[in-house]
């Protein structure tokens, strides 16, 4: 699978199989997630992985209830560890260990692909009561709530803005202005620029 296969095949995924996922790929979920780039590499963040059902339970109902959770054998709890991270960066630590969370969790999401699992991430949750349930020590912070199992049936498959939708060129509001429809699609603009290359090695 090439990494366009990956990100189109990955859907949040809210009905899973009645399947354990095992330690092993969980721990090769987490070997990505590690490689993934954070502020000055502090790497603060840190996983809690999630089998036990009555605390998978507790979790679903402090995430405004959403039970289809309970579904998935395993929740990966990412969270981050603001113990050091506070010195090095006193005004922004919260901000980058937000981003650091984000980023290692869309790692996870991707990996899972590969190996075949799907995943959901949630974000609302009563953190107080996540932290009571896995005991977090006050300097570990809940972010971010990852189901993982195996799909079953089929998913929703959301659609995204044009890329047309989303881009600017130098300054915001440029290009929807100028509706420059040389510019988009922007596959059309690479293929004239690789069109021109072949010419000129022609020449
Ligand atoms: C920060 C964040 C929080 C989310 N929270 C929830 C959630 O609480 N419940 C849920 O079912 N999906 C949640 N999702 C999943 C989104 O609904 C989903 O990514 C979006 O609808 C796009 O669909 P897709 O992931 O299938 O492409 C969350 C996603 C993100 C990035």
Known sequence: MNLDQIFDSRHSIRDYQDKDVSYDLIGELIDSARKAPSCGNVQNWRFIIVKDKKKRNEIAAASLKQYWMNQSPVHIVVCYDDSNIKELYPKLHEEFSLLNSAITASYITLKAIELKLGTCLVAVFDKNAVSKTLKLPSNIHPIILITVGY????????????????????EYGFARKKRDASIFPLQKQVQKLT?????????
Do not use: A, S
């Not at 998913?155 to 890329?163: D, F, L, N, Q």
């Not at 069109?195 to 020449?203: E, M, P, Q, S």
């Open 151 to 170: 799909p079953k049936g089929r998913h929703k498959v959301t659609k995204r803005h044009p890329i047309e939708y989303l881009i600017y060129f130098d």
């Open 195 to 203: 069109d021109k290359i072949k010419k000129g090695l022609k020449k």
